[in-house]
């Protein structure tokens, strides 16, 4: 069992160009989870997906995020127009369902310049 | 909603001292308790959970934490630190219903373990 992948685990864009961060859970988990981390911060919740449904965004921010989980393929957390202020750790986690706690990947690192 | 509280932003500790790393939360239901560890430049990796049962759970290398639920808090322990427990741990609760599994964390705490 491969674990939660996270790519690329380091992303460099310069201001204004797109971000794209990818995940794909854990084998037999259906939700997926992503969290921001910022430079010295604990870790804020993003969104919650389920295959083909977003059913918590409540952390996102309204404007230039967005989240899939498509049927097939890894989950993608895409930034638009990207800001320094975007600098930060992407953490994706899977679960099998509710309830437990999940598992984490390793995170994908992303630098603004 | 939830939130969780760590007091201590950094802890340092010689090498084989106890270790008690404190966490609090608020919440108007029920919560599911867990404490991860973050080593540099990687992921969290979960170190021990609280769902139900027994308060005092216990990680496999020598933490443990209780539950408290009149002080609504869920302190992280060990008798004997090593040099590789140096790494920041966070505190989380998600809420124990089915409307989703989201965690809130804590600020995290930076173990610092010295020779």
């Known amino acids: 069992n491969a674990g939660v992948m996270q790519n690329p685990r380091h992303l460099v864009r310069r201001r204004g160009q797109e971000a794209r961060l990818r995940c794909s859970p854990m084998?037999?988990?259906?939700?997926v989870y992503w969290y921001r981390q910022l430079p010295e911060e604990g870790l804020k919740f993003m969104v919650y997906?389920?295959?083909?449904?977003?059913?918590?965004e409540s952390g996102m921010p309204k404007e230039r995020f967005s989240a899939e989980f498509p049927k097939e393929g890894p989950s993608i957390l895409r930034i638009q127009q990207v800001v320094r202020g975007d600098s930060a750790a992407y953490f994706c986690?899977?679960?099998?369902?509710?309830?437990?706690?999940?598992?984490f990947g390793s995170g994908t690192r992303l630098t603004v310049v | 909603a939830q939130s969780v509280t760590q007091l201590d932003s950094q802890v340092p500790v010689f090498e084989e001292a106890p270790v008690e790393l404190r966490c609090n939360y608020s919440?108007?239901?029920?919560?599911?308790l867990f404490w991860y560890v973050q080593y540099p430049n990687q992921g969290l990796q979960l170190l021990l959970k609280?769902?139900?049962?027994?308060?005092l759970v216990e990680s496999i290398n020598g933490f443990e934490a209780e539950f408290n639920k009149s002080q609504t808090s869920f302190h992280l322990r060990k008798p004997s630190v090593h040099i590789s427990d140096t790494a920041e741990y966070f505190c989380?609760?998600?809420?124990?219903?089915?409307?989703?599994?989201?965690?809130?964390f804590g600020g995290g705490t930076r173990l610092m373990v010295k020779p």
């Open positions: 989380a609760v998600s809420p124990n219903n089915n409307a989703g599994n989201m965690l809130t």
């Open positions: 609280y769902l139900s049962g027994s308060t």
């Open positions: 986690a899977s679960s099998p369902g509710q309830g437990g706690g999940y598992t």
């Open positions: 997906l389920q295959k083909e449904n977003i059913i918590d």
């Open positions: 919440s108007s239901v029920s919560v599911y």
């Open positions: 084998k037999g988990h259906s939700h």
